[in-house]
């Protein structure tokens, strides 16, 4: 299969790193079902202080082989992170990938989320934030056109509450010491709190020995969703530790997870179903 040289898309000319990465196949006579593929923005780790290469370029490659064009999100970190700039970067990689569909051969009626980590929160913003004023004030775009087809979450971010990722809180709140901020502002960003009719449906995964994003993030998020009615698939692994990609060689993941390695597959096929 014929990949095409990467494109690079600057989404804010006062900052060189937060781009769009684009990787598409290439379009051939002899592979028809390339004409028009589904599409799938990618969100990496990092506790909105950097982007995890692990978390990017591989998963590109990995949804390339199963049928989709993949779209690396270079978000605002460090100081630049203060919401809500992450999710108006997500929203505008939404509009861009929308508005080139011709272009990059996707269908805009069929555009997906993946994130990991910090980006997990970053893409559970994105499938429940996606209508909040502050998009709509910087992005010129019709209501609903950043709105995602589904998502899936990988060991998330979920919550500044009580079993929060303190860094990227902090890094997201551009404050230290965050869990002394007013409760209104912890619950703002908590994806928990906002899951509704407007939510997409989700594929979560976590590691129940993750010490640095509890598993109680993902399964707080899986309670909201329940509750709501909201379409979700969740695999909750005994064994294995945060931040494990693919895990596998790929991302340098040595142990046997072979396991936890499935849980590509089960997201695509659930992706696939919507």
């Known amino acids: 299969m014929a990949f ?29 079902f390339n004409e028009k593929r589904k599409a799938i923005l990618i969100i990496p ?28 999100l270079y978000y605002s970190v460090a100081s630049h992170a203060k919401y809500p700039n992450p999710l108006i970067d997500a929203s505008r990689a939404v509009k861009i ?20 980590s910090a980006g997990g929160h970053l893409a559970g913003m994105l499938a429940t934030m996606w209508h909040r004023k502050c998009v709509y004030d910087e992005i010129d775009m019709p209501y609903g056109y950043n709105k995602v087809r589904g998502a899936v979450l990988c060991y998330a971010v979920i919550t500044g509450g009580k079993y929060a990722h303190r860094g990227s809180i902090d890094n997201l709140l551009g404050m230290e010491h965050s869990e002394n901020a007013d409760p209104a502002v912890i619950d703002d960003i908590s994806i928990e709190k906002h899951v509704d009719e407007r939510t997409v449906p989700m594929f979560l995964w976590h590691t129940v020995p993750d010490t640095t994003v509890p598993v109680q993030n993902s399964l707080m998020l899986a309670d909201a969703l329940a509750e709501n009615k909201i379409p979700f698939e969740m695999r909750i692994y005994p064994d294995g530790w945060h931040g494990l990609s693919l895990a596998n060689e790929t991302v340098g993941v040595k142990a046997d997870f072979t396991y936890v390695q499935r849980w590509i597959d089960d997201a695509f096929r659930f992706l696939e179903s919507l």
């Open 4 to 32: 095409m040289e990467p494109e690079i898309i600057n989404l804010r000319p006062e900052n060189p790193d937060v781009k769009l990465v684009c990787y598409c196949a290439g379009r051939s006579d002899r592979l028809p």
């Open 45 to 72: 780790g990092g506790a909105y202080s950097f982007c995890s290469d692990r978390e990017g370029e591989p998963m590109a490659f990995a949804f390339l082989t199963r049928g989709y064009n993949a779209f690396v």
């Open 97 to 116: 990938i929308k508005d080139n569909a011709e272009k990059f051969c996707i269908d805009p009626d069929f555009v997906f989320t993946i994130g990991f």
